[in-house]
């Protein structure tokens, strides 16, 4: 049995992850289960097509259904973490759906820095919010820490019950 999580590298061991860079770019459109909130029940083919788009695993449903690839542990923490960054109704991280997470991973993957991020997600807000800067950087946080699994800056109105690193 395969457990999807932490490994010796940043992309989950995955080798020969997809080319996601600028030069081709791997289509995010007809995937409609990205499109479904953080916050609901992750169904076997979400969780493959985040897997897929995460970490360039190629798998197939019947692998996680029959438990050959473990991902529970994995999505678990997905769950936790969407739930503590959007605990108070969304009001400290833009993030609302799967696609908005591995969008945000694809501009980590290729090297974006957090300005960069923050200008590209800034785009793509429909309100001026007065805490804008804090609501970019809580979905760049958010992100970081579904792709590392493990903690990324901090969540100043949530409780995770861990205490951060100085």
């Given at each position: 049995?395969?457990?999807?999580?932490?490994?010796?590298?940043?992309w989950g061991g995955v080798a020969n992850p997809p080319d996601l860079g600028l030069g081709r770019r791997v289509s995010l459109a007809m995937t409609s289960v990205l499109d479904d909130s953080i916050l609901s029940s992750i169904g076997i083919n979400a969780?493959?097509?985040i897997i897929k788009y995460l970490w360039?695993?190629?798998i197939h449903s019947r692998q996680i259904f029959t438990g050959e690839i473990n991902c529970e542990p994995y999505f678990h923490y997905y769950a936790e973490q969407s739930g503590a960054a959007l605990h108070d109704g969304g009001r400290h991280s833009s993030v609302r759906t799967h696609r908005?997470?591995?969008?945000?991973?694809q501009h980590?993957?290729?090297?974006?820095?957090?300005?960069?991020?923050?200008?590209?997600l800034r785009t793509k807000l429909t309100t001026s919010v007065p805490n804008e800067n804090e609501l970019l950087n809580g979905s760049i946080d958010l992100a970081a820490s579904l792709v590392l699994m493990m903690?990324?800056?901090?969540?100043?109105?949530?409780f995770s019950g861990r205490e951060q690193l100085a």
């Open positions: 049995m395969h457990v999807i999580g932490r490994s010796s590298n940043s969780k493959r097509e360039g695993g190629d908005d997470i591995i969008e945000i991973a980590l993957r290729n090297g974006l820095t957090r300005d960069e991020i923050k200008q590209t903690e990324v800056g901090s969540l100043p109105y949530g």
